[in-house]
């Protein structure tokens, strides 16, 4: 019998992957706090203006909009919406519904 593999430590195996320290992020979601707070369409980012304009933010119920958010690599404020609505039951986008959203870009948030 063979004492060496008997006594061989498991977590010494090489071929183990390590699991990222931070979960990916999606790029039509907008994030507050590390939560996902709501999906975007037609993003216009406009970086000589410092603004990102979104067609629709849909799923916005969470979205504290005088709160700084996430979107992508940016950090935004949401500066002006231009129309707000619950949208029916029935509806493929549930929740608040955010049009002609225009946001100031703050920055680029931490990775």
Same mark, same amino acid.
């Given at each position: 019998m063979d004492v060496s593999a008997k006594n061989a430590d498991p977590s010494q195996?090489? !071929?183990t992957p390590q699991a990222p320290l931070t979960a990916q992020r999606e790029n039509d !979601? *907008?994030?507050?706090?590390? +939560?996902l707070v709501g999906r975007v369409l037609e993003p216009e *980012?406009?970086?000589g203006a410092k603004e990102i304009r979104f067609g629709e933010i849909y799923n916005s119920d969470n979205l504290l909009l005088p709160d700084e958010c996430d979107f992508q690599r940016y950090r935004i404020v949401? +500066?002006?919406? !231009?129309?707000?609505?619950?949208v029916e039951k029935d509806s493929l986008h549930k929740g608040r519904i955010l049009r002609g959203v225009m946001a100031e870009i703050l920055g680029f948030r931490e990775q």
């Open positions: 195996n090489a !071929a !979601a *907008i994030y507050q706090n590390g +939560r *980012i406009d970086g949401v +500066r002006k919406v !231009a129309f707000a609505s619950k």
